[in-house]
């Protein structure tokens, strides 16, 4: 008889990877095997002009260069499953957060769709705090910035997770989706809170859009390690208006690591109508975004995360030639949903 993991290769080697972690985790001392991520080391999107992207980041929103490299070679091939590229990738920092943005020379990749909306599940922001939202709302307008809020929205009192917030969704030239928040006293990391001149301080989180929260969470929380730090609903006339969705209902889960922004998992209760990933999404697609996780023990993490329904990009753990990337190994991955993340050992 013909078995369901054998009519499904690919599905069956997930099942095989998730008995097989199940076993390592079942014994003793196995939180070794799997030990999670030291936080998020970095988020990073294609782009399709480096120089272009870097000059908005800096010149609009008070990023700083960090650095920037062009590579290329057979192992950044195996790492990103893109064959014969050559990339440039440019580091960007506002205030203890890294932005990385690359610009894929070969081959190129496809624009973001046209018609992309914020409940899709490819769907994927970075939320920057501001000291003052009309003050960074008023830069904004006068840069002539995409909006995709109509403007900045409070979020009412009765939400007590997010009452008080006021936050403004924006493209970035290439249509990536960008969010403005800015925290009342009683919310928020106490850094934000801190007196200083910037106006733009840094980046909370990032944000995905999630099919199954529960889902999400067996592989951010159990399998990753990071924490849930807070969760909630958000519905109502100001939610629809910020990130243009009619009658939009979110199940919102903050997630942190030991360091760096956090990760937001987006479930969309209503409406339900958000398009999945589109499965031959690759690295140079502009669509596609990437959030480094550095990890102790990249082979194990690697089998850990097949195992909570991640599916590997690279094939294996990937040396290479040197750190100019600010690592020596990583391993690729889809999260359930599509999203990319990269683990990386130094």
Known sequence: MTT????????????LAALVVGAVLALPGAA?????????????????DVARSRAFFTEVLGFEPVSEHEVAGPDYDRLQGVFAL????ARLRLGDEILELTEYLAPRGRPLPPDARSNDRSFQHVAIVVRDMDRAYARLRRHGVTHASPEPQTLPAWNRAAGGIRA?????????????????????DPRWHRPGDALFLGI?????VVGDTDASLRLYRDVL???VAGSGENSGTEQERLNAVFGARLRITALRGARGPGIELLEYLSPRDGRPAPPDLRANDLAHWQTRLPTADLVAMAAAVQGAGATLVSPGAVTLPDATLGFTRGVAVRDPDGHGMLLVAP
């Not at 369901?4 to 099942?15: D, E, L, N, Y």
């Not at 050559?86 to 990738?89: E, G, W």
């Not at 909370?204 to 995905?208: E, M």
């Open 204 to 208: 909370d989180h990032t944000a995905i």
């Open 32 to 48: 070794r095997a799997a030990p999670g991520v030291d936080g998020v080391a970095a988020v990073g999107m294609t782009v399709a």
């Open 225 to 227: 390690g990071l924490r």
């Open 168 to 188: 403004f969704y924006f493209k970035d030239p290439d249509g990536h989706a960008l969010e403005l928040l800015q925290f009342p006293p009683d919310k928020g």
């Open 4 to 15: 369901a993991a054998q009519q499904r290769p690919g599905r069956g080697r997930r099942a």
């Open 86 to 89: 050559r990339m440039r990738v």
